[in-house]
């Protein structure tokens, strides 16, 4: 399974950046989406995740500067990152949390190719 991730890219402190990502449309049901990051040299560690009841988690490091937000419909999760910080930067990761093709089928769960955001003046 392929996960379409864009918008990542090279900004300034300060600035904002949008991400997305899309997943099959032969994907049923989507229990959560969301964004994981690794910077060089680090785990990757999670960003943010929206669940398919709405609730959302961030983590501490950019809550109030990120905001997650998904289409169901279209399968497609976004991340708009505003106020950057240099420590932002990484290869950002879509993800998948257990997915399924049909009602009461398997789960799985996927990982998109990276994005690359870099954050310097």
């Known amino acids: 399974v392929q996960l379409q991730a864009s918008g990542g890219g090279s900004v300034q402190p300060g600035e904002s950046l949008s991400l997305s990502c899309i997943a099959p449309?032969?994907?049923?049901?989507?229990?959560?989406m969301g964004w994981y990051r690794q910077a060089p040299g680090k785990e990757r560690e999670m960003v943010a995740v929206?669940?398919?009841?709405?609730?959302?988690d961030y983590a501490d490091s950019v809550k109030g500067r990120f905001t997650i937000s998904r289409d169901a419909a279209k399968n497609t999760v976004y991340l708009q990152m505003s106020a950057l910080k240099p420590e932002d930067a990484a290869v950002y990761y879509c993800?998948?949390?257990?997915?399924?093709?049909?009602?009461?089928?398997?789960?799985?769960?996927?990982w998109g190719q990276g994005t690359l955001v870099t954050v310097s003046s």
């Open positions: 449309a032969t994907i049923f049901s989507i229990h959560s």
């Open positions: 929206v669940h398919d009841n709405s609730r959302t």
């Open positions: 993800f998948v949390g257990r997915a399924q093709y049909y009602l009461g089928g398997p789960e799985y769960d996927f």
